[in-house]
């Protein structure tokens, strides 16, 4: 599909290569599914899965010939810790590259890590973490490493600084407060599918007892206990 989309495009500068971003080189076992394509998770026992190459982005850059990243996307299904573990020495730089990087607490969960594990480390190498919230459009949220994700996917943009001056029409909150994280629980936690209820329960558990015994949440916290699909 990149390559279709790179011809179609004329985009004669981009370089495509076909091998699994991660923390180490060699070979890795890789389950094809289009867009959605993931290295192996323990869901995935009967489903075929092939060898890929895996290879470490800061080497992709350096045989490139490349001085500086300026800005990496990231959306791997739930591989991005692997993935940034490879390009560490590219995050820990002064002049660190601007990252967009999917959250899916799923399969991040699915393989070892979380959404918390996730952004103490690029809150160590020295990220602030801002969330875009999908229910504000043109809205970035400041959140800390630790803070509560309620939904089970989310993007957030990590960068030194924010750059502000080039957010345009793009307003920045420092945090979320009480009533929006009770309405986003209660959004989260009516998803259809179980799997999103799953992520919404899961992080409830885990939030004050303030924001389980709100009374808006109260029935919605009861549901979910008897909830068969979770």
């Excluded at 890795?28 to 869901?43: C, K, L, M, R, S």
């Excluded at 949220?141 to 993007?155: A, F, N, T, Y």
């Excluded at 259809?192 to 992080?203: G, I, K, L, M, Y």
């Amino acid at each position: 599909l990149l390559r279709v989309a790179q011809e179609a495009n004329g985009f004669s500068e981009l370089q495509i290569v076909n091998a699994v971003a991660s923390e180490q080189d060699g070979a890795i076992a890789f389950v094809e599914h289009g867009p959605w394509g993931h290295v192996p998770t323990p869901v995935d026992s009967e489903v075929d899965v092939t060898n890929a190459r895996a290879v470490r982005l800061q080497d992709v850059a350096s045989a490139r010939g490349w001085s500086a990243v300026e800005f990496v996307k990231m959306d791997i299904e739930g591989s991005e810790p692997a993935a940034l573990r490879g390009m560490v020495d590219l995050l820990r730089r002064p002049d660190r590259p601007l990252l967009l990087i999917e959250s899916n607490a799923p399969m991040l969960r699915h393989l070892d890590s979380s959404p918390q594990i996730l952004k103490r480390f690029l809150v160590e190498c020295g990220y602030e973490l801002y969330l875009l919230d999908r229910h504000h459009p043109r809205q970035l949220v400041r959140v800390g490493p630790d803070d509560i994700q309620v939904e089970s996917v989310v993007d957030y943009l990590a960068c030194s600084v924010l750059p502000r001056e080039r957010l345009g029409a793009w307003s920045v909150v420092d945090g979320f407060d009480h009533r929006s994280l009770v309405n986003y629980f209660a959004i989260a936690c009516a998803d259809p599918h179980a799997s999103n209820r799953a992520c919404a329960a899961e992080e409830l558990e885990r939030a004050p007892d303030a924001m389980k015994t709100d009374l808006e949440l109260r029935p919605v916290w009861w549901a979910l206990q008897r909830d068969v699909d979770l």
